[in-house]
């Protein structure tokens, strides 16, 4: 196959899962259980939930690095399940 026929196909073989990613949703939750994370299967963030009284608890402060955690766990997890889908595009 022709070398711009192969990246055609591979153009749109990722075109296609992009999409299907982005209809996969993936959650995580910081350890101390505060703040939860969604976001879609190619990383975009798309919700973040704080636990009622997590701001008027003893720690507030921990809110913002609890909301860090929970966004890269869940986007680490969107990333380990779109790693291997992509190599195969671009085996």
């Known amino acids: 196959m022709p070398a711009d026929e192969t990246e055609d ?7 296609a899962l ?7 949703r ?9 703040v ?3 976001v879609d299967g190619t ?3 798309l919700r973040i939930t704080v636990a009622e009284g997590a701001l008027r608890g003893a720690h507030p402060e921990r ?7 929970a966004i890269a766990a869940a986007r680490a997890a969107a990333t380990a399940a779109a790693e291997p889908r992509v190599a195969e595009v671009f085996a």
């Open 18 to 24: 992009t999409a299907e990613l982005a209809g996969q």
């Open 9 to 15: 196909t591979q153009v749109a073989a990722f075109a």
């Open 43 to 45: 990383g975009v963030l």
């Open 36 to 38: 939860r994370a969604e």
């Open 63 to 69: 809110v913002g690095p609890d909301t860090v955690a």
């Open 26 to 34: 993936f959650t995580a939750t910081s350890d101390g259980g505060h």
